[in-house]
């Protein structure tokens, strides 16, 4: 993806791992949308037996070129992830009866293993 942002992630299992992962993605998404007009997919992806979740953040200003954009991103995601389920979800009800707040659904997705996009093959 050139531009933008991928964060992968694995919840820490159960029946909650949907809601949280949503949470998470439409919180952050929805508070940057207003800042500097961003969308973003939410992924289940299967890769082998793995499983694992994945949400891609585009925009004209989240990439490469925007290094403070995207360190940004990162951190406030990584402090809500730190919040408690009831604490995450009492938040993420709050943010969605504002107006204008946009939720994404959980896509699925398989991946394959591609030997030719492994980091592995250039330093050949």
């Known amino acids: 993806m050139e531009k933008g942002l991928e964060i992968s992630f694995r919840v820490g299992g ?10 998470l993605a439409n919180i952050i998404g929805n508070r940057f949308k207003a800042q500097i007009d961003m969308d ?3 992924f289940h992806v299967t890769l082998g037996n793995e499983k694992f979740f994945k949400v891609l953040y585009t925009g004209r200003k ?3 070129l925007h290094p403070h954009i995207e360190k940004k991103i990162r951190e406030d995601f990584d402090t809500l992830s730190k919040n408690s389920y009831e604490s995450l979800l009492h938040l993420y009800k709050k943010e969605k009866r504002t107006p204008g707040f946009e939720v994404k659904q959980i896509k699925q997705l398989k991946e394959e293993y591609d030997l030719w996009e492994d980091r592995f093959w250039e330093y050949f």
């Open 14 to 23: 159960g029946a909650h791992e949907i809601e949280v992962t949503e949470a």
């Open 62 to 64: 989240v990439g490469r």
């Open 40 to 42: 973003w997919r939410i």
